[in-house]
């Protein structure tokens, strides 16, 4: 359970899920998807399990949306695709992601203010054979979290009773 500022209790998975539960409104503050630990670098890729050596790796999918135009003379080809690049980090806690006990496989969207505090690899992504200045990027980003395991116990010394997923 988590204690409202006023005393009273409501269920650990109401917190920071965007409607308010406690009277005092204690349940939405404080609200950080992401705890960072001190020496997280956002310019570095998460590394494979957390330890040094292989990056952790990326499993994409590209849709394509809409065939633009086929250029047969310029042998060029114009897309719209969508691309989606999921990974692990295992330096970042995930904090209150989740709305329903047992509930995995759920996504959580972040908000841009706090997804840019981690590495993201759309900036990395390197379009070798794009024509220079025809490649749109970072139109229509968005980060969401996938809930794949249930909440670890919670740590009573913390200042806020959160649910603690990690990456």
Request: proline content about 5%; glycine content about 6%.
């Amino acid at each position: 359970e988590f204690s409202c500022s006023s005393g009273a209790c409501i269920n650990i998975y109401k917190r920071c899920d965007n409607v308010i539960d406690c009277e005092d409104e204690s349940d939405e503050e404080y609200c950080k998807i992401f705890k960072l630990p001190p020496s997280y670098d956002k310019s570095l890729a998460p590394k494979n399990g957390g330890e040094e050596g292989n990056a952790s790796p990326l499993y994409t999918t590209v849709n394509i949306i809409n065939i633009d135009k086929i250029d047969t003379i310029a042998m060029e080809v114009g897309l719209t695709i969508e691309l989606a690049v999921e990974w692990r980090d295992q330096n970042v806690e995930f904090q209150n992601i989740q709305d329903q006990e047992g509930k995995l496989g759920e996504y959580k969207q972040v908000p841009e203010d706090q997804y840019n505090r981690i590495w993201l690899p759309l900036p990395h992504i390197i379009h070798d054979n794009a024509v220079i200045g025809e490649t749109k990027s970072e139109d229509n980003v968005f980060v969401e979290v996938i809930v794949e395991n249930e909440a670890e116990k919670m740590n009573p010394a913390d200042f806020q009773e959160n649910l603690i997923f990690t990456g």
